[in-house]
């Protein structure tokens, strides 16, 4: 009882705090420094008409490229956890039948969500959309293939193949940015072309591609390792 | 609007971390601690809004030449980008983490973990 | 137009809250998956409220992601560790706090 009224004491405390913030928060008229800078120069630099990919991929690039190395290491983790300790012969779990509706529906809808991933994140420069959410649209038909079949191993070294080389790929754009544009994941590496194409803003559409499939990959294999642990 | 949207925001934060402090099972804490992450990013875009105001995206209806005055703040959206993402690599490691433990102990309950204490 | 916006941020907001509420505070038997299809439903009402707020990047992000793949984490974990709710509360008896 006494540790409830002093987490409510405590919470109180803080929503005070909370409460001062939000009541001297004026919300401004015009846009503040930076996003003007953004808002004149991208169509002009960058050439991309998503002007929030354009932050992620080229003004910020540096934060992505970590972020992309965080998702790396909780899917490296999760899968060394996981592994230790892992008795050597699996009991055969009784499951139950898999409902008709689902192997089939399966096979008709695996490939079109995985087309859909594909499609957003193509055209991350041009509409809403971009890696990341491609990526886990991609995870998410590997997760129906899942449901669809509980016994099915996906092959581990296909899954790290493919992110591995992604982000080798990723790096070696970024280094070729510095040695042929001037400047750490520089889009300019490829020419500009014309606003509003599907191949335009230089190396964006790239870079994107190479980041939805190794967040795919990575979020594919996270479910592999969890769905191959055992009843306990 | 932005008013209403950052209350919401400062609401789920303080209701995920009351069932962080009060709950047992350690299930229950992964579930209120990605409630309080969808607050923080709600409070981090209602930042970024501008009344009248559309979405950074130039096309027909926002040209490059007058995008200065018709939109909102891109820059808080970035950084909701970055943090959803990390967010849930966080809840998949802490899930991992919670399974490992039950393997361990044969029980979720958090008063139970008693090797660390002194 | 405005006043429609303002109305359905309103109505999101409440049903946001209530579905905060019930995840943390539902308790029984049956009581992890509700908590969880609960939270799932925060993240759902948030990325419509982000479409709202004039983000349409955040919003596809917070869907896919955020209410998607981290409510199947849960419920993949859960599912594994079943047989154990039960045990834990026989232990426990009615130790609640």
Redesign the interface.
Same mark, same amino acid.
């Given at each position: 009882m006494i540790k409830r009224i002093i987490a409510l004491a405590l919470l109180i405390g803080v929503g005070l705090i909370f409460t001062t913030l939000m009541v001297t928060y004026e919300p401004d008229a015009n846009l503040n420094l930076t996003a003007r800078y953004y808002a004149e120069h991208t169509a002009s630099d960058v050439g991309s008409a998503n002007i929030v990919t354009a932050i992620v991929v080229t003004y910020r690039g540096l934060d992505t490229l970590g972020e992309v190395t965080v998702l790396f290491l909780a899917s490296s983790i999760i899968g060394l956890v996981l592994s230790l300790g892992k008795k050597q012969n699996k009991t055969l779990r009784n499951l139950v039948p898999v409902g008709e509706l689902l192997t089939t529906g399966n096979l008709y809808l695996a490939p079109i969500i995985m087309l859909l991933g594909v499609y957003v994140f193509v055209n991350g420069h041009l509409t809403p959309g971009g890696g990341f959410q491609g990526g886990a649209i991609i995870a998410s038909s590997m997760l129906l293939l899942l449901l669809a079949d509980p016994l099915k191993q996906f092959s581990h070294t296909l899954i790290s193949l493919v992110e591995s080389l992604s982000g080798f790929v990723y790096v070696a754009l970024g280094v070729l940015g510095i040695v042929l544009a001037g400047s750490f994941l520089d889009n300019r590496i490829l020419p500009l072309g014309h606003f509003g194409d599907l191949i335009s803003a230089g190396a964006i559409p790239l870079i994107y591609s190479l980041i939805g499939l190794k967040v795919g990959a990575e979020f594919s294999s996270m479910l592999a390792n969890l769905s191959e642990m055992e009843d306990l | 609007?932005?008013?209403?949207?950052?209350?919401?925001g400062?609401? @789920?934060?303080?209701?995920?971390?009351?069932?962080a %402090?009060?709950?047992?099972?350690l299930?229950?804490m992964?579930?209120?601690f990605?409630?309080a992450?969808?607050g923080i990013?709600?409070v981090i875009?209602?930042?970024?809004?501008?009344?009248g105001?559309?979405?950074?995206? @130039?096309?027909a209806v926002v040209p490059?030449a007058e995008?200065?005055n018709r939109?909102?703040?891109?820059?808080p959206?970035?950084l909701?980008?970055?943090a959803?993402?990390?967010?849930?690599?966080?809840?998949? %490691?802490m %899930?991992?983490?919670?399974?490992?433990l039950?393997?361990r102990k044969?029980? %979720?309950?958090i008063a139970k973990f008693t090797e660390l204490k002194w | 137009m405005s006043v429609l916006m303002l109305a359905m941020a309103v109505v999101l907001c409440i049903a946001i809250l209530v579905a905060a509420i019930v995840s943390i505070q539902v308790k029984g038997d049956k009581s992890m998956p509700i908590a969880i299809l609960a939270a799932g439903l925060v993240s759902l009402l948030a990325s419509v409220l982000f479409l709202i707020l004039a983000s349409p990047d955040v919003a596809m992000t917070e869907a896919a992601i955020g209410g998607g793949l981290s409510t199947f984490l849960f419920f993949f974990v859960l599912a594994r560790m079943r047989s154990g709710e039960q045990t834990e509360r026989e232990h426990s008896g009615v130790n609640h706090d």
């Open positions: - | 609007m932005a008013y209403i949207a950052m209350a919401t400062f609401l @789920l934060i303080l209701i995920g971390f009351y069932g %402090l009060t709950n047992r099972n299930l229950r992964i579930v209120a990605t409630i992450d969808s990013n709600i875009i209602a930042i970024g809004y501008m009344h105001r559309t979405a950074p995206i @130039l096309d490059a995008a200065l939109i909102i703040d891109p820059v959206q970035a909701v980008l970055t959803i993402v990390i967010g849930v690599g966080v809840t998949a %490691l %899930l991992a983490f919670a399974y490992k039950y393997e044969g029980t %979720l309950d | -």
